[in-house]
């Protein structure tokens, strides 16, 4: 009976000899006799009412603030990558040393679209994309005298306040971290991710920088750029190991076998067009549109192209 302990009224009465405790005890009895008739008022399980309470207040703590979650989707792109600004941020990273000087209000718009995107965010947030719009209107016009390394830190950090809503957003702030890597932003790291941090350096995406290296169609690989082969080849193994999709990684495995087959000796290349093929049926599978063959782009060696301006 919840209320009373394992002793009879008796048994306690017996423990408390004295007469000047007698009475007290006696009526203290009564009390917990006419509690227990009455039944308890509310719940006596403290661990029960804790539990609840702390569930609630976890629920209500563990939800994103709204206008962070939003802002935050629409710069990184989550879940289907398609054209998110942080995309075209890359881009105009890269091309800002070369074609900066000439047109920096071009540059400064960019600093304009990513305040926009945060105008509504919270606070902290808000000041990160604000000091990253800033690089914007500041260093491109300084040409190849850019402060890219200033850049890196600023996209770090903004991208370290959308992490937790984000996983383009937590990868891009911790890209060496372990752990799985949805299939679908591994995709658009391959497909439509301009080169910015990657050892390219440059505006053009993956496949386009690969196809300088491998080809879109069979080629000579340039025995002069085998440092680039490794260097992609061990981005490819490192988007591999964390895919968390079979297909995925299958089709990442045949596109660098041409790297891996340059680097054993052989450097003629058969170019990426079936591999690409196949990857891309299972990026389309895993919820990320790629892009068919003939929309890959240029595969010419031209290394001076930087693409970019998206």
């Not at 306690?12 to 405790?21: E, L, W």
């Not at 718009?109 to 800033?134: K, N, S």
């Not at 850049?151 to 770090?156: A, K, P, R, T």
């Not at 061990?234 to 680097?263: H, K, N, S, T, Y």
Request: charged residues 25%; aromatic residues 6%.
């Amino acid at each position: 009976m919840p209320g009373t302990n394992e002793h009879s009224e008796s048994g306690t009465v017996q423990q408390c000899r004295s007469r000047r405790t007698r009475t007290l005890v006696t009526a203290g009895a009564a009390l917990l006799l006419a509690a227990c008739a009455s039944g308890p008022a509310a719940p006596t399980d403290p661990e029960a009412t804790d539990g609840a309470q702390g569930e609630t207040a976890t629920d209500t703590a563990g939800s994103p603030d709204p206008a962070l979650a939003s802002a935050c989707g629409e710069f990184w792109g989550d879940p289907d990558y398609a054209a998110p600004l942080s995309r075209v941020v890359l881009d105009r990273a890269a091309t800002a040393p070369e074609a900066g000087p000439s047109d920096p209000f071009f540059y400064a718009m960019t600093g304009d679209d990513i305040e926009a995107v945060f105008g509504d965010a919270p606070e902290q947030l808000r000041t990160a994309a604000t000091d990253l719009a800033q690089w914007f209107r500041t260093q491109p016009e300084k040409g190849s005298e850019a402060d890219r390394d200033a850049f890196g830190d600023l996209w770090q950090g903004l991208a370290a306040e959308c992490a937790d809503v984000s996983a383009a957003a937590s990868w891009a702030a911790d890209p060496e971290q372990e752990g799985d890597k949805p299939a679908a932003l591994v995709c658009a790291d391959v497909y439509d991710t301009p080169g910015t941090f990657t050892h390219f350096g440059n505006a053009n995406v993956l496949t386009s920088n690969m196809f300088k290296l491998v080809g879109l169609s069979a080629q000579q690989v340039p025995a002069d750029r085998l440092e680039d082969v490794q260097a992609t080849a061990d981005l490819l193994e490192r988007e591999i190991d964390r895919v968390d999709d079979d297909a995925v990684r299958a089709g990442l495995e045949q596109v660098r076998a041409p790297f891996q087959q340059a680097l054993e000796g052989d450097l003629w290349s058969e170019g990426l067009r079936e591999p690409l093929t196949e990857l891309g049926s299972a990026c389309d599978d895993a919820g990320y549109r790629a892009p068919e063959s003939g929309e890959l782009g240029d595969e010419t060696n031209d290394e001076d192209d930087d693409g970019g301006l998206v």
